[in-house]
Nanobody, 123 residues
């Protein structure tokens, strides 16, 4: 069964950091582009960042550029999202999924949505 499982969320103070993990099972990430998305209460889901299957291309939403870094470890079959200088507006449930391609914007998911991981930024 093809599955992506998100983890690493939590409660952090403004200015703090978290690292989210997106672990794949049932398939290898070597051949898939992956996107991180988030959904805040009362808002639509939005793309945060993506990485190509090779890992050579990464893109970010303007709201997180310079603060978030996406990476992948093919040996561990896992994609990471390092989030620094977190702001209260980063509070959301974060999801990862396979996407068609890591373009500069408007990433289209090809996989289903999992449970996500909650990130709360609050003092």
């Amino acid at each position: 069964q093809l599955q992506l499982v998100e983890s690493g969320g939590g409660l952090v103070q403004p200015g703090g950091s978290l690292r989210l993990s997106c672990a794949a099972s049932g398939f290898t990430l070597d051949y898939y582009a992956i996107g991180w998305f988030r959904q805040a209460p009362g808002k639509e889901r939005e793309g945060v960042s993506c990485i190509s299957s090779s890992g050579g291309t990464t893109n970010y939403a303007d709201s997180v550029k310079g603060r978030f870094t996406i990476s992948k470890d093919n040996a561990k079959n896992t994609v990471y999202l390092q989030m620094n200088f977190l702001k209260p507006e980063d509070t959301a449930i974060y999801y990862c999924t396979t996407i068609i391609a890591c373009l500069t914007s408007n990433w289209s998911n090809t996989g289903s949505w999992g449970q996500g991981t909650q990130v709360t930024v609050s003092s």
